[in-house]
């Protein structure tokens, strides 16, 4: 059986200290918490801490004291590291997180979807002048985002190339309607609550056959603050 390696303690935060904190500090740190948890203390005592502050007397006050602080680096730089590959790292939003600004189902019933309705005419309307809103936490303001935005796009029929009006293999069409998904990174100095990003798509496009429905797009960021619930 695997012998556990019991868990790293920060003396110097049991203590209320920093690293490298004088021998005279750590005595009267030691003495103002023992005061404050010893078991005897019927307010404030607490066997658990009053022996995690003595354990850290015990070591930050004798010889122990430099091997301890060798661990206690390379800990810390370990900690630190991981800390900066975690920022370096992208956050790559959930498909919940990405929705189309208003539903073709909500346009219909407000009679915005009749032929010949522009979609400038339906901003007009609702007032609403982005097409896709993307929320991001605010915790997540600090690293890089990338979203994935599905598109319809229009697919040049390979057979015809969109010359063949007698064409078995697209119906004549020229070209039929497919979808296909657009990645887009926003670095953490444009994370802006309620920006807005405009796209254009003929720079996107994945290839020579296929284009995207619309030609530009819209694209709204929307950062959630956290509740804190007053008690």
Do not use: W
């Not at 005061?35 to 007397?57: Q, R, V």
């Amino acid at each position: 059986m695997k012998k556990r390696i019991p868990p790293f303690i920060d003396y110097y935060e049991a203590l209320e200290l920093p690293y490298g904190a004088t021998a005279e500090a750590i005595k009267s740190n030691f003495r103002k918490l023992a005061k404050i948890f010893h078991p005897d203390n019927t307010e404030t005592g607490s066997e658990e801490s009053f022996l995690k502050i003595l354990s850290a007397y015990q070591v930050l006050s004798t010889g122990k004291r430099s091997v301890y602080d060798e661990i206690y680096k390379k800990i810390q730089a370990a900690r630190f590291l991981k800390e900066q590959v975690s920022l370096s790292s992208p956050i790559i939003l959930p498909p919940s997180r990405v929705s189309f600004s208003t539903g073709i189902l909500d346009l219909a019933k407000r009679g915005l979807m009749r032929k010949g309705f522009r979609t400038k005419d339906r901003r007009k309307v609702t007032g609403i002048n982005y097409d896709i809103i993307i929320r991001i936490k605010e915790r997540e303001t600090f690293r890089r985002i990338i979203a994935t935005i599905p598109l319809t796009v229009r697919i040049v029929c390979r057979d015809c190339m969109g010359g063949n009006p007698h064409c078995p293999a697209c119906n004549g069409a020229g070209s039929y309607k497919s979808s296909r998904n657009l990645k887009v990174e926003f670095p953490p100095s444009t994370l802006q609550n309620n920006r807005l990003f405009e796209f254009d798509l003929s720079k996107f496009r994945p290839d020579s056959f296929t284009h995207f429905k619309k030609k530009l797009l819209k694209v709204k960021l929307q950062i959630e603050k956290k509740i804190t619930l007053a008690v």
